[in-house]
Structure formats: structure tokens, C-alpha cells
């Protein structure tokens, strides 16, 4: 069956980084655009970055540019966030998002930043 697994949540303070992934199985990874959402207490699940089935073309949220990247490895099945000079307002649930002609979605990993 199809999953995408999230890890690499934590507790970080103002300034620091982490480093998420999203380990992907149950369907031809290589085919799906990959993107990360976050969804912050009581707002909506926005999207943070996307990146094409081929690496190609990564795109951000303006609230994200210069501070994340996003990569993949097809060969591993899996989907990265880079997250660098985190800010309190990054703290969220962060979810692996997979689509093609439908969506799949991971369960989440907690990112919290202390100020």
C-alpha cells in the first residue's frame, strides 16, 4: 500500500536548522511531483515547497525562499527539506505530499522553534 513516512521533527531554537524527510513506498516515486506543506494551529495547511518528479524546478513559499531547500533522491524514494535559520512562525505539523493524477499524504512530523 502506498505511504509516505515523515521524521526528522524536533524542538529547535530561533536560528537553528533541521532537516526533514519523507521516505515514500507503495507507488513509482519517480513519477510524482513532490511537495512539503505545513499546517500551524488553528490555520490552514499551506504549501512550503515543490519540487518536479525529475529534481527539476524547485519552487517555495515566499515565507520559506532563501531559508529552505527541497531535494530528492529517486534512487532512495525519498523527499527532503532542508530548514535553516528557523523562526517561531516555522513551527507547524509538516506533511509529505505526493502527486500525479491524485494526492497522497504522509501522517506529519512536528517542527517546533522556541524564541
Not at 517555495?60 to 535559520?85: C, E, H, P, W
Request: net charge positive.
Amino acid at each position: 500500500q502506498v505511504q509516505l513516512v515523515e521524521s526528522g521533527g524536533d524542538l529547535v531554537q530561533f536560528g537553528g536548522s533541521l532537516r526533514l524527510s519523507c521516505a515514500a513506498s507503495g507507488f513509482t516515486f519517480s513519477r510524482y511531483r513532490m511537495s512539503w506543506y505545513r499546517q500551524a494551529p488553528g490555520k490552514e495547511r499551506e504549501r512550503v515547497a515543490t519540487i518536479a518528479n525529475t529534481g527539476g524546478s524547485p519552487n517555495y513559499a515566499d515565507s520559506v525562499k532563501g531559508r529552505f531547500t527541497i531535494s530528492r533522491d529517486n534512487a532512495k524514494n525519498t523527499v527532503y527539506l532542508q530548514m535553516n535559520s528557523l523562526k517561531p512562525e516555522d513551527t507547524a505539523v509538516y506533511y509529505c505530499n505526493a502527486h500525479l493524477y491524485t494526492d497522497y499524504w504522509g501522517q506529519g512530523t512536528q517542527v517546533t522553534v522556541s524564541s
